[in-house]
């Protein structure tokens, strides 16, 4: 859907004088009607395109979890599903003062982990802001950190070189209206105020911001947000910004969470490292820097993008296994990033022991278990011309039937912990067909 389609309809709303939306929460602008309808404000396909190509080739982000949750270090439900009041959990304002450095610190281990973009909670669900606010006190601004903390990281962000993301809560478990809006017009008016008020804040101090990254438009739907006009107006502000699809308006990308599934248009994978996204002090389930691997070429394989979490304790510190864990992970896309990055859709998806990626006719199987001398891969359907270990460039033998194509000779253990990875030159697009060895596969001559 185009702007002029959506120009030519509101002329007509103008021109027939809608004006009777007495029933409705919200004035029945034309806005109101495209967030009714869940219409894009992009204004075309190729503008969003344009604004598309860095983030289609950055494929893995860091996505930060950060605010008063911290100090508590239960989870950044904490608040909700332990039911605190929130007169008690307001306090947790006057302890909140992270290290002036830890900033820095994020966007370097970010970097290093071969992520090319950072996204940050400039508030959570818990309502507290992270950036200076003419809105309200509740920000870190005015209570104990007496610090702009948005300001601190879009500094290191840009000091980095990464591009620059904002997550911003829409459901607010502080704001007096935050539960009002539903029933009561006139705080919803003043909460939606508030909310847009906030945006246009993000949107207009901090510089070119690349990523906005609603989050979670209870209780109100994309009509009664306004999200049209919202998402109108950071457009306005930010040209080039992205936006995702959580403010009930598909806008620019979809936003799998904590699962990996493609969709025809653009798409990011969230997740966290463990299995929370704030400061959780004592979860330990850490996906290790294999699992995490894995995950992302899932994504670049599909043409997704994987966008991972860390969840800093209240100093701003990093838990220390998920430096381990991004360490680990950054020291396997020091050599295999370009896989990543400029990784093609990959129609090879079957193994028990690989993912897939491919450039042009060259098909990287990425072995992450490892099958040692001998590994196979069935279904392969094109010729395959040469094979070579892609961090030696050394040759590996092949031989191809029909249903199989086997490298041999290759070291018994896996020469990277992580994975392994064959570049195989194919004839042409690799694809595979895992359903001829099935069906086609001959029982001639086999004895029951
Ligand atoms: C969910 C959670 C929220 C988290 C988000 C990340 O919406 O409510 O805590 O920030 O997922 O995608």
Redesign the pocket.
């Given at each position: 859907m185009t702007n002029q389609s959506s120009l030519s309809r509101r002329r007509l709303l103008q021109v027939a004088g809608a004006t009777a939306a007495s029933a409705s929460l919200v004035p029945q602008t034309a806005d109101a009607q495209d967030a009714a309808e869940g219409r894009p404000t992009t204004s075309t396909t190729e503008d969003r395109e344009r604004r598309l190509k860095w983030w289609r080739e950055a494929r893995f982000g860091m996505f930060i979890?950060f605010g008063l949750y911290s100090v508590l270090g239960r989870h950044?439900?904490a608040m909700e599903e332990e039911g605190i009041p929130v007169a008690e959990y307001e306090l947790l304002a006057k302890q909140f003062n992270p290290k002036p450095d830890a900033a820095r610190a994020w966007v370097k281990l970010a970097k290093a982990a071969g992520m090319k973009y950072v996204v940050m909670t400039t508030k959570?669900?818990e309502g507290f802001c992270l950036f200076d606010t003419t809105t309200t006190n509740y920000c870190a601004w005015k209570q104990a950190a007496g610090r702009d903390l948005i300001a601190e990281f879009v500094e290191a962000v840009r000091a980095e070189g990464l591009r620059l993301g904002f997550y911003y809560s829409l459901m607010d478990w502080h704001h007096p209206d935050g539960v009002r809006c539903r029933g009561d017009d006139s705080a919803r008016r003043r909460f939606v105020d508030y909310v847009h008020g906030q945006v246009r804040e993000l949107c207009t101090n901090y510089g070119k911001v690349d990523v906005l990254w609603y989050?979670?438009n209870w209780p109100l739907s994309a009509e009664q947000w306004e999200a049209a006009k919202l998402n109108r107006m950071v457009r306005a502000l930010q040209p080039d910004i992205l936006i995702n699809n959580r403010s009930g308006i598909p806008e620019d990308f979809q936003t799998p969470?904590q699962h990996i599934q493609a969709y025809d248009g653009p798409w990011e994978a969230?997740m966290t490292t463990n299995d929370s996204?704030g400061y959780q002090r004592t979860d330990d389930n850490w996906k290790s820097p294999k699992t995490i691997v894995r995950n992302l070429l899932g994504c670049a394989r599909d043409q997704g993008n994987y966008l991972l979490n860390i969840g800093p304790a209240a100093d701003g510190s990093i838990p220390p296994p998920a430096v381990y864990i991004l360490g680990a992970v950054g020291k396997w896309m020091a050599e295999h990033g370009d896989l990543v990055h400029k990784a093609d859709l990959c129609q090879v998806k079957h193994s028990t022991f690989a993912q897939f990626t491919r450039q042009g006719n060259t098909l990287y199987i990425h072995a992450y278990f490892w099958p040692g001398e001998t590994l196979s891969v069935g279904g392969l359907r094109q010729k395959v011309l040469s094979a070579r270990l892609y961090a030696t460039n050394q040759p590996v033998a092949f031989d191809q039937q029909r249903f199989r194509v086997r490298f041999t000779g290759l070291p018994a253990s896996a020469p990277d912990p992580i994975a392994t990875v064959l570049a195989v030159e194919c004839a042409g697009e690799p694809t595979q067909d895992q359903n001829a060895i099935r069906i086609e596969r001959r029982r001639e001559g086999v004895n029951i």
């Amino acid at each position: 859907m185009t702007n002029q389609s959506s120009l030519s309809r509101r002329r007509l709303l103008q021109v027939a004088g809608a004006t009777a939306a007495s029933a409705s929460l919200v004035p029945q602008t034309a806005d109101a009607q495209d967030a009714a309808e869940g219409r894009p404000t992009t204004s075309t396909t190729e503008d969003r395109e344009r604004r598309l190509k860095w983030w289609r080739e950055a494929r893995f982000g860091m996505f930060i979890h950060f605010g008063l949750y911290s100090v508590l270090g239960r989870h950044e439900w904490a608040m909700e599903e332990e039911g605190i009041p929130v007169a008690e959990y307001e306090l947790l304002a006057k302890q909140f003062n992270p290290k002036p450095d830890a900033a820095r610190a994020w966007v370097k281990l970010a970097k290093a982990a071969g992520m090319k973009y950072v996204v940050m909670t400039t508030k959570h669900h818990e309502g507290f802001c992270l950036f200076d606010t003419t809105t309200t006190n509740y920000c870190a601004w005015k209570q104990a950190a007496g610090r702009d903390l948005i300001a601190e990281f879009v500094e290191a962000v840009r000091a980095e070189g990464l591009r620059l993301g904002f997550y911003y809560s829409l459901m607010d478990w502080h704001h007096p209206d935050g539960v009002r809006c539903r029933g009561d017009d006139s705080a919803r008016r003043r909460f939606v105020d508030y909310v847009h008020g906030q945006v246009r804040e993000l949107c207009t101090n901090y510089g070119k911001v690349d990523v906005l990254w609603y989050d979670y438009n209870w209780p109100l739907s994309a009509e009664q947000w306004e999200a049209a006009k919202l998402n109108r107006m950071v457009r306005a502000l930010q040209p080039d910004i992205l936006i995702n699809n959580r403010s009930g308006i598909p806008e620019d990308f979809q936003t799998p969470e904590q699962h990996i599934q493609a969709y025809d248009g653009p798409w990011e994978a969230c997740m966290t490292t463990n299995d929370s996204w704030g400061y959780q002090r004592t979860d330990d389930n850490w996906k290790s820097p294999k699992t995490i691997v894995r995950n992302l070429l899932g994504c670049a394989r599909d043409q997704g993008n994987y966008l991972l979490n860390i969840g800093p304790a209240a100093d701003g510190s990093i838990p220390p296994p998920a430096v381990y864990i991004l360490g680990a992970v950054g020291k396997w896309m020091a050599e295999h990033g370009d896989l990543v990055h400029k990784a093609d859709l990959c129609q090879v998806k079957h193994s028990t022991f690989a993912q897939f990626t491919r450039q042009g006719n060259t098909l990287y199987i990425h072995a992450y278990f490892w099958p040692g001398e001998t590994l196979s891969v069935g279904g392969l359907r094109q010729k395959v011309l040469s094979a070579r270990l892609y961090a030696t460039n050394q040759p590996v033998a092949f031989d191809q039937q029909r249903f199989r194509v086997r490298f041999t000779g290759l070291p018994a253990s896996a020469p990277d912990p992580i994975a392994t990875v064959l570049a195989v030159e194919c004839a042409g697009e690799p694809t595979q067909d895992q359903n001829a060895i099935r069906i086609e596969r001959r029982r001639e001559g086999v004895n029951i």
